[in-house]
């Protein structure tokens, strides 16, 4: 399974950005995605993830800025982003979790996109 980021790019200090992620490939079930980014010299973190039943959790620093929502028939998860602040400033990666057509499980990472906050 693939994962393409896309909706990246430089934003001021209190700006907006939307990040997409689409799935292709032998889905047969996607049971959970979600968004975590990364600094240099960082490990990665959890920014935010939804279960397949709807369960959506954010990590701390987010927590009422961002919103993470997926639309199944389209095999897209989105990040909505408001209030950006420079520490923000990371790359975003989208991650899946499901069963192939096959009925393999996959654990899918998108190449990651950059997300810029300027003060």
């Known amino acids: 399974v693939q994962l393409v980021e896309s909706g990246g790019g430089l934003v001021q200090t209190g700006g907006s950005l939307t990040l997409s992620c689409t799935a292709s490939?032998?889905?047969?079930?996607?049971?959970?995605v979600g968004w975590y980014r990364q600094t240099p010299g960082n490990e990665r973190e959890l920014v935010a993830i939804r279960n397949s039943d709807g369960g959506t959790n954010y990590g701390e620093p987010v927590q009422g800025r961002f919103t993470i929502s997926r639309v199944n028939a389209e095999n897209t998860v989105y990040l909505q982003m408001i209030s950006l602040k420079p520490e923000d400033t990371a790359v975003y990666y989208c991650?899946?979790?499901?069963?192939?057509?096959?009925?393999?499980?996959?654990?899918?990472w998108g190449q990651g996109t950059q997300v810029t906050v300027s003060s």
């Open positions: 991650n899946a979790r499901g069963y192939e057509s096959n009925f393999q499980v996959y654990d899918s």
């Open positions: 490939g032998s889905i047969y079930r996607i049971n959970g």
